[in-house]
C-alpha cells in the first residue's frame, strides 16, 4: 500500500504572529518557518506503517512557493521515499489544497492518504475531510491509533467525550492527533540521503486546478489584550480576592 | 435567505454547543432551521422545536445517522443544501470532521471556528492560534461555517414553537462503521461548558500528582482541564487538552496550575472572565494573561487553596 504525506510550510510553533502594520496580513518575513507540527506526526506515522511491513512507498506532498522543498526534504530525511512539490507563490486556500492533492492522488493512486488534522497557522482544520470529500473516500480524523486490517483501515479518534473507534474501507485518509506517535528526530546522515531522493515538481496548472481564493481577507488584527493583574502574596489574599473582588466563588 | 444548523446531539439530548451555534446563526439577516440526523431521535427534535427563534426542525431518522459518521452525514447536508444560504455548526469534534466535507462536495470554502458575524458575508475568526485576528469575506454562494462556542452566547432553549418535518435519509455510503467509543466518566462538569475550569501543567510531574488538581477541582464543583504539555507527558487523557489544538474554554473562572502558558495553551482560555495562575516561575507567561497570580510552588500552594476555600 503506498502512502500519501501531505506537510505544509507553517510559521515555527514557538513564534508568535503578529499583523501586519497597514493590516493586509500576517507578518511571514524574516519569521522562522518549519513543518506542521501535525504534519511531522503524520510523516512519522506512514514511516511507521512502512517499518511494520505494512505501507510500501511514501510520498510526500507539500504545495506552496519555493521554500516548501525544504519541508519536502525534511520528510524524507525522516524517511520518506520521495516528494511532490506543487508550487504557488499565490496563498492555496484549504478547498484548493484538497483539489491538488486530489489532483496528486489521481497520479499516484495510493491507498491511505495521511495529512496533520490541522496547520497552526490559519487553524482551519479542513484540507484532510474536504479530500475524502473529492474523492468520495472513507475519513478517520483527528487520529490516535490507525490499523491496517486487509483491505479496512482500524481507527481510533480523539473526539470531544474521549476516544470512538470506527473501521474503514481503504483507500482512506486519516488526519493525525497529538497522540498518534511522537514524530522522530532526523539523523545528519539522513538529511544528505535526503538531498539524493528525486522530488518532482508540478504548477497548479498543470494539474488542471483553479486555485482562485474563496474567501477574501478584509483585514487582520490583534485581538484586544488582557489587561494585566496583580500577584497575590498567598492563597488568603487569592481567596479574599476571588471571594470578595473578583465575586467569582 | 435561511440558515440551517446542523444540531449536534447524541440521539437523546441536545448538546448545549447547538444552542451557541444557534446564536451565530441568529445574526445572520435570516431565520434559521434545524437539522437533527440520528436514529431514534424523536427526543432530540421535540427538544430542538422548543429552541428560541427556530423555523423549522428537519429529521432524518436511519441507523447509519446513530453516530454522526461525515461519510453520511455530508451527503445528506448537501441533498438539502440547495434551499439555505448558510450552513452552521458548532466547532465540536463532530461538527470539525463533517463541516469540511460538506464544503467540499458543494465546491464552496468554510469558515472555521467564527466568533464573530459582520454581516451575511463576512465573518471574524481567529489564526495563529489566536494571535490574530481575521476578518474574511465569503465569494461563494453557500456560506458553510463552523461556529466556535465561546464566541457567542447560546440562545435559550425553550420559547420557540418551531415545526417538526421529516426528511428523506440518503443512502448508507458503506464507507466506515462505527465500532465503539470510550468516553470518561466523570462526575464532575463537562470542560466545554464549565463555569469553573482548573487545570494542570507539567509542572504535575505525573500523572498521580494530578490527583491534587482533582482535589481543588472537586471543591469548587469544577471541571478539569490540562495543557498539551501534560497530555503529551501522559498525565492525563487528551479530552483534557484546552489551547489552540484542543478545547477552546471561556469559563468564569480559569484556574491554571504549574502552566507555563504557551501560545498554545493561551489560545484555548484567555476568553476566561477571570484568570489565575499559580506557578513557582515568576516570568512565566502566564502571568501575564492572568487577573490573579500566585507565585510559588504548587505542591504547597494549591493544599493550602483547598484548606482555605474548605473553611
Known amino acids: 500500500m503506498k502512502i500519501l504525506v501531505a506537510v505544509k510550510r507553517a510559521i515555527d510553533y514557538n513564534v508568535k504572529a503578529r499583523p501586519k502594520a497597514d493590516g493586509s496580513g500576517v507578518e511571514l518575513a524574516n519569521v522562522k518557518m518549519s513543518m506542521n507540527p501535525f504534519d511531522e506526526i503524520a510523516v512519522e506515522e506512514a514511516i511507521r506503517l512502512q517499518e511494520a511491513g505494512k505501507a510500501g512507498e511514501i510520498v510526500a506532498v507539500s504545495i506552496g512557493p519555493a521554500a516548501c522543498q525544504e519541508t519536502l526534504r525534511t520528510a524524507m530525511a525522516m524517511g520518506a521515499d520521495r516528494g511532490v512539490l506543487v508550487q504557488s507563490d499565490d496563498e492555496v486556500q484549504p478547498l484548493a489544497v484538497a483539489k491538488l492533492l486530489k489532483a496528486i492522488v489521481d497520479r499516484e493512486q495510493p491507498g491511505l492518504v495521511i495529512c496533520g488534522k490541522q496547520a497552526i497557522d490559519d487553524d482551519s482544520n479542513q484540507t484532510g475531510q474536504m479530500l475524502a470529500g473529492l474523492l468520495g473516500w472513507a475519513q478517520g480524523t483527528f487520529a490516535c491509533n490507525v490499523t491496517p486490517e486487509g483491505d479496512t483501515l482500524a481507527v481510533k479518534r480523539e473526539v470531544d467525550g474521549g476516544l470512538q473507534s470506527i473501521t474503514l474501507k481503504l483507500p482512506a485518509v486519516v488526519t493525525a492527533d497529538l497522540r498518534l506517535n511522537e514524530p522522530r528526530y532526523v539523523k545528519l546522515p539522513n538529511i544528505m540521503k535526503a538531498k539524493k531522493k528525486p522530488l518532482d515538481t508540478f504548477a497548479p496548472a498543470d494539474l488542471g486546478v483553479d486555485i482562485t481564493p474563496r474567501l477574501k481577507t478584509v483585514k487582520v488584527a490583534e485581538p484586544a489584550a488582557r489587561a494585566g493583574g496583580v500577584k497575590v502574596a498567598d492563597v488568603q489574599e487569592l481567596v479574599a480576592k476571588l471571594r470578595n473582588e473578583a465575586k467569582v466563588i | ?311
Open chain 2, 1 to 311: 435567505m435561511t440558515a440551517l444548523v446542523i444540531a449536534e446531539h447524541n440521539n437523546q439530548s441536545l448538546n448545549a454547543a447547538t444552542l451557541n451555534a444557534v446564536a451565530a446563526a441568529s445574526q445572520l439577516s435570516g431565520g434559521f432551521d434545524l437539522l437533527i440526523a440520528g436514529h431514534n431521535c424523536g427526543a432530540v427534535a421535540d427538544a430542538a422545536a422548543q429552541v428560541a427563534g427556530v423555523g423549522k426542525v428537519l429529521v432524518a431518522d436511519a441507523p447509519h445517522y446513530a453516530h454522526a459518521l461525515a461519510e453520511n452525514l455530508a451527503p445528506l447536508v448537501v441533498s438539502l443544501a440547495g434551499n439555505y444560504t448558510h450552513l452552521l455548526t458548532a466547532s465540536t469534534t463532530n461538527g470539525k470532521n463533517v463541516m469540511p466535507r460538506v464544503a467540499a462536495m458543494l465546491d464552496v470554502a468554510q469558515l472555521s471556528d467564527i466568533i464573530g458575524v459582520v454581516s451575511d458575508d463576512t465573518f471574524v475568526r481567529p489564526i495563529y492560534a489566536g494571535n490574530v485576528l481575521s476578518t474574511v469575506q465569503s465569494t461563494d454562494g453557500i456560506k458553510v461555517i463552523t461556529v466556535r462556542t465561546t464566541g457567542f452566547d447560546a440562545v435559550a432553549a425553550t420559547g420557540g414553537a418551531g415545526t417538526i418535518e421529516a426528511v428523506a435519509a440518503q443512502a448508507d455510503a458503506g464507507l466506515s462503521t462505527f465500532v465503539g467509543e470510550e468516553l470518561t466518566k466523570s462526575s464532575r462538569p463537562e470542560l466545554a461548558a464549565a463555569d469553573i475550569i482548573v487545570s494542570g501543567g507539567r509542572g504535575l510531574g505525573s500523572a498521580e500528582n494530578f490527583a491534587i488538581i482533582e482535589k481543588l477541582a472537586d471543591l469548587l464543583g469544577a471541571a478539569v482541564g490540562a495543557s498539551r504539555a501534560a497530555v503529551d507527558a501522559g498525565y492525563v487523557p487528551n479530552d483534557y487538552q484546552v489551547g489552540q489544538t484542543g478545547k477552546c474554554v471561556a469559563p468564569t473562572l480559569y484556574i491554571a496550575v504549574g502552566i507555563s502558558g504557551a501560545i498554545q495553551h493561551l489560545a484555548g482560555m484567555k476568553d476566561s472572565k477571570v484568570i489565575v495562575a499559580i506557578n513557582k516561575d515568576e516570568e512565566a507567561p502566564i502571568f501575564q494573561v492572568a487577573d490573579y497570580g500566585l507565585v510559588g510552588d504548587l505542591f504547597k500552594e494549591v493544599p493550602a487553596l483547598c484548606e482555605a476555600l474548605a473553611k
